[in-house]
């Protein structure tokens, strides 16, 4: 069992920065991908940023150029640098995790608001 616990968002105005962390904590496990999606109202859960399996990182092409993943492995975290905010990107912000053999593992959210 992974538990995975998001924090840092709150409200902001548009132009400014928020870091996202997610820790990642339980049972002893492998974690093979990990990283972040979000969703903002009536809309589906989409790709923020992800650090894959293939070793790779992955962003949503609107956020490539103003968010940043990184980790922290000593404290099985990720961070998500938010810069440039817009009232678009107003959303949940969910921490996920896959795990080895596949199961995937979602953190609560966290609410990121940017007023306009």
């Known amino acids: 069992q992974v538990q995975l616990v998001e924090s840092g968002g709150g409200l902001v105005p548009a132009g400014g920065s928020l870091r996202l962390s997610c820790a990642a904590s339980g049972s002893i496990f492998v974690i093979n991908a990990m990283g972040w999606y979000r969703q903002a109202p009536g809309k589906q859960r989409e790709l923020v940023a992800m650090f894959t399996s293939g070793g790779t990182t992955n962003y949503g092409e609107s956020m490539k150029d103003r968010f940043t993943i990184s980790g922290d492995n000593g404290k099985n975290t990720v961070y998500l640098q938010m810069n440039n905010l817009k009232p678009e990107d107003t959303a949940v912000y969910y921490c996920?995790?896959?795990?080895?053999?596949?199961?995937?593992?979602w953190g609560q959210g966290t609410q990121v608001t940017v007023s306009s």
């Open positions: 996920r995790a896959i795990v080895r053999g596949g199961r995937v593992y």
